[in-house]
């Protein structure tokens, strides 16, 4: 298909792409603010939510924040060398970000099923179904993140499509920062 | 930065280009299949015309479900011609799904992507949205909402029968609805619509913020197209926490968890909250395309400047923050802090004055112009008309003294159908009427087009009048038959209810007129040229129907939308594209 001369325009400055990836993100503010200040207005009429948010693994759900703010630092990694036009080196940056992303999948799946071992389910009540919720959306956010990405690392290893590698890192660190979130809430605040 | 003019001259490079044979113009000429060309295209009218298409298709399911259950108020218990004896799960299954349909199959995709689709490219003197392909998915996911919905009448159980508002725990135990299957399925249906809605946004965002006719400045954009773009914002700032909300819901029906339980700590006002969040900006969704539509016909047949265009923008603009903070008057009897329902009854009293600014300025536009009584021009007049008693008596229900006495009466009923009616109905035949000519290149009936006005107007108020007074009198909105209930079923309330349903009777008979003005002028009507009401915006320089990459040589823009009737000119309108 051959590009419209509108996707050509910028009447902003910002590219087209980067302009839609800002309002993806916009729109998914709101998603998880939604999702999260339901939380919150439950935490705060249940103090019993502390007692439960005891029985979270705040060690695995820490190294799993330390997972992903590493695979963050990848990704600028990667912008980096795709701003220098290398793309080789951006797709291998890249590959390692999707590495961080595989890792903190595992870490949450190895977690989540001695919870669930332990009957701490999805139905348990109020809790564990945000507990659960929030951060299998939030998951979500990071298989399709790690599938994008293997996508624009194989056109970026040939050289093709080397802006989007930014447009990726912008939308990896807001699953960054939603897990930023994400773990105070559901962890630490006991 | 690229100037307008380097920006012109790169766009004018690229037609070249195209007019070499490599160009998007060229694919006019290439031979494309039926598939390609109508079912899977990429092109922005073509994905306009099939939200147009299924969103009418849908509006006639919405239309024949209110049919079926105003037989049913009027003579109950009777067999209804076309659909024999309503049960009371068919009728809870027929209102609950009218008023999804018309809010999210009828009103969104006809005005916010229909319109959208079709104008925002035409208007801003481009040849398409800047993601194509993305703007079909949009479409695809919208049709498979469709599809799931419709499914969701015919699995075991029915169709889900707990109000378009959907509130647990009617909502989310199957025990209690009956529908077990019925129910999801909607949830799914309509989460589905809100994704193909936030991603045809985001399309219609970014191609105006940076797609615009070399030369065209932000107020050099034509209203409908700000409205749209204003429309799509809030839909996209207030959806999100309740997709959240309905995959709670969603999993409270199918796995069990706890989000609306309170057994279990969870809480069924949060959906009330999550999904009047939406559910009010969502009011100014679909109201504020319909307001651009109106304001285009308007200046158009008053041959005038229009009124305080700035003035427009930055009150749509106010509307759509206000909008934000009126939610809980839908909730002053569920239970809310009394005072919280003063602070939303002051904030909900409020937001009636930019809406009533922006009738003003339509006045203000049609005072001391040329005008022409055209049929789109009618159907705009009738909107401002019947809008107004829509807003007038939405201060009775915002104000919570007396929502309190009004609450899920047919009095609420009647007041948001003479909000959503002219916005889907009025504002939409507006509409269609005055693109028709663009979109198929000849002229409607004149003479059927306003017999099917006043037909669809008169019968309109027939319908809704009455319905004021039943609610005044007590009637409840979820009674199935007034027959259970000696103190409603007294003569003159039956009276009312029967004189509603024989006037929407006939505004659906007055349909059929419309249905053929439109297939008749397809092939029957006269040749509209380019530019048949002598309007300025870029949409009218194309030919018509717009080809494959919309114009011969894209526009450049040299002035606003709006110069009608300048002292400078002979002629009484001044395009955007013409050089001084």
């Known amino acids: ?190 | 930065m690229a100037t307008p003019a380097q920006e012109h001259s790169h766009a004018h490079d690229d037609h070249a280009h195209g007019a070499d044979g490599h160009g998007a113009h060229d694919h006019g000429h290439h031979e494309m299949s039926f598939w390609s060309k109508y079912v899977f295209s990429t092109d922005h009218k073509v994905i306009g015309m099939q939200y147009m298409f299924t969103g009418l298709a849908m509006g006639i399911i919405g239309a024949f479900f209110s049919y079926v259950f105003r037989m049913q108020m009027a003579y109950p218990g009777h067999h209804v011609p076309f659909f024999g004896v309503v049960s009371a799960a068919e009728y809870n299954s027929l209102i609950t799904n009218h008023g999804t349909i018309m809010i999210f199959w009828l009103a969104m995709p006809v005005l916010i992507a229909a319109f959208g689709n079709f104008l925002i490219p035409l208007m801003l003197g481009c040849d398409d949205m800047v993601f194509p392909r993305l703007n079909r998915l949009s479409y695809q996911i919208f049709l498979l909402s469709a599809l799931v919905l419709i499914a969701s009448w015919f699995v075991p159980g029915g169709g889900f029968g707990g109000a378009w508002t959907a509130y647990p725990p009617l909502s989310a135990k199957a025990q209690y609805n009956l529908t077990p299957m019925g129910s999801s399925l909607w949830v799914i249906a309509v989460a589905l619509e809100f994704v193909a809605f936030l991603i045809g946004g985001i399309n219609f965002v970014t191609t105006a913020m940076n797609s615009r006719a070399p030369g065209m400045r932000m107020f050099d954009i034509p209203m409908v197209v700000w409205m749209i773009v204003i429309a799509s914002i809030l839909f996209m700032a207030s959806v999100g926490p309740l997709i959240a909300g309905a995959f709670m819901l969603l999993f409270d029906q199918t796995i069990g968890t706890g989000f609306y339980d309170p057994v279990r700590g969870g809480d069924p006002i949060l959906w009330q909250h999550l999904f009047w969040f939406f559910g009010h900006p969502e009011v100014y969704v679909v109201l504020l395309p319909a307001v651009g539509i109106v304001a285009e016909i308007i200046t158009v047949f008053s041959r005038k400047k229009m009124f305080a265009y700035k003035t427009v923008l930055y009150t749509a603009f106010g509307t759509g923050i206000l909008s934000f903070f009126v939610w809980a008057h839908h909730q002053f009897i569920a239970g809310i802090d009394p005072r919280m329902a003063n602070v939303f009854t002051a904030t909900t009293v409020l937001i009636s004055i930019p809406i009533a600014e922006m009738m003003f300025v339509f006045v203000a536009t049609l005072y001391g112009g040329s005008i022409e009584l055209t049929t789109p021009m009618l159907w705009a007049l009738g909107f401002i008309a019947e809008f107004i008693i829509g807003g007038v008596t939405g201060i009775f229900l915002g104000s919570s003294g007396a929502d309190i006495y009004f609450h899920d009466t047919y009095f609420v009923l009647a007041h948001f159908h003479y909000t959503f009616v002219p916005i889907a109905v009025i504002a939409v035949f507006a509409g269609i009427t005055y693109w028709y000519p663009k979109m198929f290149g000849r002229m409607l009936n004149d003479t059927l087009g306003k017999i099917h006005y006043w037909g669809t107007i008169i019968a309109f108020n027939g319908i809704f009048i009455p319905l004021f007074l039943t609610g005044m009198g007590g009637d409840h909105r979820r009674i199935y038959n007034y027959d259970n209930f000696p103190e409603l079923a007294n003569d003159r309330l039956n009276h009312l209810r029967e004189f509603a349903t024989i006037s929407l009777v006939v505004l659906i008979f007055f349909q059929f007129i419309f249905i053929v003005n439109f297939f008749w002028s397809l092939k029957n009507g006269k040749k509209a040229g380019n530019n048949p009401w002598n309007a300025n915006t870029l949409e009218w320089v194309a030919p018509s129907p717009p080809p494959h990459g919309n114009f011969a040589e894209l526009p450049n823009c040299y002035r606003g939308p709006y110069e009608y009737s300048h002292p400078d000119r002979e002629q009484d309108f001044w395009p955007q594209n013409e050089p001084a």
């Open chain 1, 1 to 190: 298909m051959q590009k419209p001369i509108a996707t050509t325009r910028s009447a902003t400055t910002i590219p087209t792409g980067k302009l839609a990836v800002w309002w993806v993100l916009a729109s998914e503010v709101v998603i998880f603010g939604g999702l999260l200040c339901s939380y919150i207005m439950h935490r705060l009429g249940h103090p019993e939510f502390g007692d439960y948010a005891a029985h979270t693994n705040v060690w695995l759900g820490g190294t799993n924040t330390f997972v992903l703010l590493t695979s963050s630092y990848f990704a600028v990694r990667a912008h980096f060398e795709a701003e220098h036009g290398r793309g080789a080196n951006a797709a291998k940056w890249l590959y390692a970000t999707v590495g961080g992303a595989v890792c903190f999948l595992v870490i949450k799946s190895f977690e989540w099923t001695h919870e669930i071992q332990a009957g701490l389910t999805i139905t348990k009540n109020a809790f564990w179904s945000f507990y659960y919720v929030a951060a299998g959306l939030h998951g979500l956010h990071v298989i399709g993140g790690a599938i994008i990405m293997l996508v624009i690392a194989s056109d970026a290893k040939k050289n093709k499509e080397l802006h989007r590698v930014e447009l990726i890192g912008i939308y990896w660190h807001f699953v960054d920062v939603v897990w930023i979130f994400l773990f105070p809430l559901l962890y630490i605040a006991k």
